[in-house]
């Protein structure tokens, strides 16, 4: 079964700063990546998600996310985070033709304005 | 689209008593998932149903936890006994099948469960 690193679970950074979240995933075949957002007290959205094509995906609020195949992973960048973007993200992954979604722990993430 | 709705949004009960959490997924959608969520493990997938049926509970905990899928539109967790290790939010997400499986998933907003 695949499973999903997430490291520094918590990191706290100034408005304007540049932010970088790692996500490793364990899983030898052909998968899919998500990054999802839980902003405080609201349930989890999609911020991005990679199928395939261009390992550079853009997704919103201007966050992308690289999928290095030879390094099995997959991490969120955003490069002038604001006050809006304290949350909590999350990794998950899963194996091409399977249902189940395997998530990392999540990084909480705090912006101080 | 009302999005993934769940019910209660908050739930107290005592240890022993029997819990119900509900799920109304996206209309169209024919993946429905549960997930609890906990400090100590993360998000864990419970079980999912695909039109309604039961394709892999091997997430359940334990007896004490099942899940039903009348319909549609509607999925039921529930809890008997509960226990105070079962504290923790559960959501239930749904997703639509493409090529014989879901991609993405939308969650709703979670069921807070406290256990005391």
């Known amino acids: 079964a695949q499973s999903v690193s997430q490291h520094n679970h918590h990191v706290i950074l100034s408005e304007a700063a540049s932010l970088e979240l790692g996500c490793n995933y364990s899983y030898g075949g052909t998968v899919n990546l998500f990054w999802y957002v839980q902003y405080p007290g609201q349930h989890l959205q999609l911020l991005l998600k990679?199928?395939?094509?261009?390992?550079l995906v853009k997704g919103i609020k201007g966050f992308e996310a690289e999928f290095i195949k030879s390094k099995f992973s997959f991490n969120l960048r955003k490069p002038s985070v604001q006050w809006s973007d304290t949350a909590e993200y999350f990794c998950a992954v899963n194996a091409r033709g399977n249902n189940r979604l395997a998530f990392g722990k999540g990084n909480q993430v705090v912006v101080i304005p | 689209d009302a999005g993934v709705i769940q019910s209660p949004r908050h739930e107290v009960t005592e240890m022993g008593q029997e819990v119900t959490l509900r799920c109304k997924p996206i209309?169209?959608?024919?993946?429905l998932f549960w997930y609890r969520q906990t400090m100590m493990r993360g998000l864990e997938l419970l079980i999912y149903f695909n039109n309604n049926v039961p394709i892999d509970d091997s997430g359940m905990p334990e007896d004490r936890f099942s899940a039903k899928m009348p319909n549609a539109s509607f999925s039921t967790l529930k809890i008997q006994p509960s226990e105070p290790r079962d504290s923790a939010v559960y959501f239930c997400a749904s997703g639509a099948s493409g090529g014989g499986r879901t991609d993405t998933q939308y969650f709703g907003p979670g069921t807070r469960l406290t256990v005391l």
């Open positions: 209309s169209g959608h024919d993946y």
């Open positions: 990679y199928f395939s094509g261009d390992p």
